[in-house]
């Protein structure tokens, strides 16, 4: 008997097929947000399921699920996966770096730009029927060329944002992270390693793409936003979280910080009423590492790593990308 899995949330089918040459599969073709309770129902009997960075999976939920042996997930942040928990099982959880950090700095970048430039505002200015004629300051945002960057985390998604500043736009690099890069990287990307208040205080466009983990819970809140320039600009494409959404809503009424742009929000999908209001964010709904070849890309990681994990034919080995390799042995 083929082994069970299942595959939480609607993905491409194509990619589906690989998973049912070797596997017995229970799919969610509906792509329904399944409650934890009906989550744990579908688990049963699953020796693996691909999980996306939505679904909750904790001690509880495992002891609830015996049979259950790798936990792969499709997204890079892993802060929905309880992994010492896995580990203790000897559960096997995989997530999917590296495929998305390319575009997902693009969209960093986009939305870091949109929010200097009031892309989003001024257009639904257009939209709105309000444009009348050209006046000499409508609109008028902040450099991004030649300004300072400040990347919050430093890693593989930062990196990739400093290099598409410093080199495409000229930009001054600097970055907080727990740990500094090696040298030869800080050379490359020409960044500077500043602490949190001096990142705070210098930068003119601020980009958080740190992991959610309880030390990050609001790392920004009022009284770092207090620290930043009224023309900083600040992008959030992490998680939600990070940022303390409410402090933001009222910084970015009071003109405090010129801008935002946020694609991930605290208890989303639902968002800050207050940010739905404030004219100077740019709002989008948690869409980073989403272009089609990306989005394609992370699943079939995803895949790789289950067929890897639960021993599938010429796949068994050794999962790609493991979080816990220790549970292999
Ligand atoms: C998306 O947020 C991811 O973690 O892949």
Redesign the pocket.
């Given at each position: 008997m083929k082994p069970a899995v299942l595959v939480c949330r609607a993905v491409f089918p194509d990619i589906v097929d690989r998973l049912r040459a070797h596997f017995d599969v229970e799919t969610n073709e509906a792509d329904v947000v399944w409650t934890r309770a009906e989550l744990i129902a579908h688990l049963q009997g699953k020796a693996g399921v691909f999980v996306t960075?939505t679904q909750p999976i904790d001690a509880a939920l495992l002891d609830a699920c015996p049979e259950l042996r790798a936990v792969c997930s499709?997204?890079?942040?892993?802060n929905n996966i309880d992994v010492p928990a896995c580990t203790a099982r000897g559960v096997l959880v995989s997530?999917?770096p590296d495929v998305?950090t390319e575009t997902?700095a693009d969209f960093g970048f986009a939305l870091m730009m949109a929010a200097a430039r009031r892309i989003a505002e001024s257009e639904h200015y257009l939209r709105s029927g309000a444009w009348t004629k050209w006046s000499v300051d409508a609109f008028a945002g902040t450099d991004v060329h030649g300004a300072t960057l400040g990347v919050l985390g430093m890693g593989r998604i930062g990196q990739a944002i400093a290099r598409r500043g410093a080199l495409g736009f000229g930009m001054k690099v600097i970055y907080h992270n727990r740990s500094r890069l090696d040298a030869a990287i800080e050379a490359e990307l020409g960044a500077r390693w500043v602490d949190k208040a001096t990142l705070l205080r210098e930068s003119d466009h601020l980009v958080i793409v740190v992991p959610y983990s309880a030390a990050s819970h609001h790392l920004v809140g009022a009284a770092e936003l207090a620290l930043m320039k009224p023309t900083a600009t600040l992008t959030n494409i992490a998680?939600g979280g990070i940022v303390d959404d409410a402090a933001l809503a009222q910084a970015l009424r009071e003109r405090r910080i010129a801008a935002a742009g946020l694609d991930?929000f605290e208890g989303e999908p639902a968002v800050h009423p207050e940010l739905l209001t404030v004219p100077n964010v740019v709002l989008t709904p948690?869409i980073?590492?989403a272009s089609l070849p990306t989005r394609r890309a992370?699943a079939n990681l995803a895949v790789d790593n289950l067929l890897a994990a639960l021993g599938a034919g010429e796949h068994a080995g050794r999962p790609p990308t493991p979080l816990n390799p220790e549970v292999l042995g």
């Amino acid at each position: 008997m083929k082994p069970a899995v299942l595959v939480c949330r609607a993905v491409f089918p194509d990619i589906v097929d690989r998973l049912r040459a070797h596997f017995d599969v229970e799919t969610n073709e509906a792509d329904v947000v399944w409650t934890r309770a009906e989550l744990i129902a579908h688990l049963q009997g699953k020796a693996g399921v691909f999980v996306t960075g939505t679904q909750p999976i904790d001690a509880a939920l495992l002891d609830a699920c015996p049979e259950l042996r790798a936990v792969c997930s499709m997204a890079v942040g892993y802060n929905n996966i309880d992994v010492p928990a896995c580990t203790a099982r000897g559960v096997l959880v995989s997530n999917a770096p590296d495929v998305l950090t390319e575009t997902t700095a693009d969209f960093g970048f986009a939305l870091m730009m949109a929010a200097a430039r009031r892309i989003a505002e001024s257009e639904h200015y257009l939209r709105s029927g309000a444009w009348t004629k050209w006046s000499v300051d409508a609109f008028a945002g902040t450099d991004v060329h030649g300004a300072t960057l400040g990347v919050l985390g430093m890693g593989r998604i930062g990196q990739a944002i400093a290099r598409r500043g410093a080199l495409g736009f000229g930009m001054k690099v600097i970055y907080h992270n727990r740990s500094r890069l090696d040298a030869a990287i800080e050379a490359e990307l020409g960044a500077r390693w500043v602490d949190k208040a001096t990142l705070l205080r210098e930068s003119d466009h601020l980009v958080i793409v740190v992991p959610y983990s309880a030390a990050s819970h609001h790392l920004v809140g009022a009284a770092e936003l207090a620290l930043m320039k009224p023309t900083a600009t600040l992008t959030n494409i992490a998680r939600g979280g990070i940022v303390d959404d409410a402090a933001l809503a009222q910084a970015l009424r009071e003109r405090r910080i010129a801008a935002a742009g946020l694609d991930v929000f605290e208890g989303e999908p639902a968002v800050h009423p207050e940010l739905l209001t404030v004219p100077n964010v740019v709002l989008t709904p948690h869409i980073a590492s989403a272009s089609l070849p990306t989005r394609r890309a992370m699943a079939n990681l995803a895949v790789d790593n289950l067929l890897a994990a639960l021993g599938a034919g010429e796949h068994a080995g050794r999962p790609p990308t493991p979080l816990n390799p220790e549970v292999l042995g």
